[in-house]
């Protein structure tokens, strides 16, 4: 059996025993504390188990526009990215790369990607090696520099040369890494409620094992997911319109590839947990936007931390500050009442401050 094969053999078969020793604490993007308020509207009926099943790339879940794929070879294997390419009616001569987070997809970047391309801008959004619709491999070494370099080889072949890169979540952290990778083909970042805005294995939070990670992934349920969001990433509220993106993560652990899904999820969560890119803001000399939702409390691993240490993790109002006297070229707009995503919470006001922030560069 090849090596690959062999392995997501072996994880499939160790998955059912690790389920049995894990409990409904939630996602491992830093699972809720149990204190934690269920929602209680639109969503409270829905069980672990109901829902859509999707299979390992997301197959069986729609995504807002046509769904392409780029072939490439990266460490000895044939992979595959899948990526949405929207053309504007009136082009402006500008593309925006829209970058998602980690429990996110393309797809969650649908609003965001109506108003760019009404603006003019041409849009390019992909899942990253490891997410959604794109390739999962069994063994590859996940870094930001090679996600970078996949995303980089990605535009080269759509024959885009300059862009403004967007990051959300640990999708900013990609972008800043992109930028320090090819400064002169990012000609802006924009970064929203970027991850990676303090150092958690400096600041005290415990390493956790791939093998750790795994079995934590291996309980993830819509529930859990749910509880997680409303908490973190929305401030508390909820709302229906957030249930798909509950249910797109949901599906692929409910489908055969629930295992392949928790591998590589294990993996990405290594990779954003051992290499931080805060260290490096001085280094960026393009302009930088920063879109900070002011209630956002995120932080990798938290959970896990001692109280004292935990309580001193995922300030956004005071990180986002830093980041822009951190910067060299950076202006820094915030959102009093909203969470980890923005653009999902409050649309409006942050769609007017992006396009405002885009249409400042200079020419």
Not at 13 to 39: E, H, Q, R, W
Not at 202 to 218: F, I, M, T
Not at 305 to 322: D, M
Request: net charge neutral; aromatic share 10%; proline share 7%.
């Amino acid at each position: 059996m090849p090596p690959i094969r062999k392995l997501f053999a072996i994880t499939a078969c160790c998955a059912a025993a690790l389920s049995l020793v894990a409990c409904a604490a939630g996602n491992g993007a830093g699972a809720p504390d149990v204190s934690t308020p269920a929602p209680t509207a639109a969503s409270a009926s829905v069980s672990a188990s109901d829902g859509p099943a999707y299979g390992p790339e997301l197959q069986g879940f729609d995504y807002p526009h046509p769904v392409h794929v780029f072939s490439f070879t990266s460490q000895g294997q044939t992979l595959h990215m899948a990526y949405m390419d929207v053309q504007p009616q009136q082009p402006n001569g500008r593309t925006a790369v829209l970058l998602h987070g980690k429990n996110f997809c393309a797809a969650t970047w649908g609003d965001t990607i109506t108003r760019l391309a009404a603006a003019g801008y041409r849009v390019i959004a992909p899942d990253q090696i490891g997410f959604c619709k794109s390739s999962k491999p069994a063994a590859y070494q996940f870094s930001f520099q090679q996600l970078a370099r996949n995303t980089h080889a990605l535009l080269a072949s759509l024959g885009i040369g300059r862009a403004t890169i967007i990051g959300h979540s640990t999708g900013g952290m990609l972008a800043v890494r992109y930028g320090l990778m090819y400064p002169r083909e990012t000609e802006q970042l924009v970064l929203v409620n970027p991850i990676g805005l303090e150092d958690w294995k400096a600041k005290g939070v415990p390493s956790l094992s791939v093998d750790d990670w795994y079995a934590r992934e291996l309980k993830t349920s819509a529930d859990g997911i749910r509880r997680y969001e409303q908490s973190t990433y929305y401030a508390g509220t909820w709302n229906a319109r957030y249930e798909p993106w509950v249910q797109m993560l949901a599906g692929m652990y409910r489908g055969a590839g629930r295992a392949q899904v928790a591998w590589d999820s294990a993996l990405l969560y290594d990779m954003i947990y051992t290499q931080p890119v805060v260290y490096e803001f001085g280094q960026l000399q393009m302009p930088t936007l920063l879109l900070i939702g002011q209630k956002d409390t995120t932080a990798i691993g938290k959970d896990a931390a001692a109280p004292g240490v935990r309580a001193q993790l995922g300030h956004y109002p005071e990180l986002g500050r830093a980041a822009a006297k951190a910067i060299p070229h950076a202006t820094l707009v915030e959102f009093p009442d909203a969470g980890h995503a923005p653009q999902m919470q409050d649309p409006e006001a942050f769609h007017a401050a992006l396009l405002k922030g885009l249409a400042a560069l200079p020419h």
